[in-house]
């Protein structure tokens, strides 16, 4: 994969589930795959230039319930974690399995919640279908019939 790039990629976590954004703009062709606790990911952006991403994640994960949609600037991911035999998911302190700084690797502040903050969750989840809150009928309230 030398002709290809090191997909740039954003991340924040909930006690049952990461939730990813790969930066690429006009994204085509995608390629994921899931093994074990491993993520294997390649596309090619508008411009021709391909990209990919391989990453170990820090802890067990439901590769078959993933879902991503395929977003104009990037691809937004779900992934579900999934605990061992007889225990609950929890909270990971990092990404991945490697302790070490990826170049390429951010924490998506615009989505991140702490494990204490994890009651109040108010994001809407782009993976459940219907429109986001906000979008779309009924008008302003109080409006009557004007």
Known sequence: MSDSHLAKIRWAQRVDKVLLKIDIVESK???????????SFSTTSSSGQKYHLDLEFFGGIDGEGAKWIVRPRYIEMMVPKKAADGEETEFWPRI??????YHNIAIDWNLWKDEDDEDDDDTP??????????????GMPGMGGM
């Open 125 to 138: 989840d782009p993976f459940a279908g219907g429109m986001p809150p906000g979008m779309g009928g009924g």
């Open 29 to 39: 062709g995608e390629e994921i795959t899931f093994e074990g606790d491993k993520m």
């Open 96 to 101: 991945t399995k490697e302790k070490r700084k």
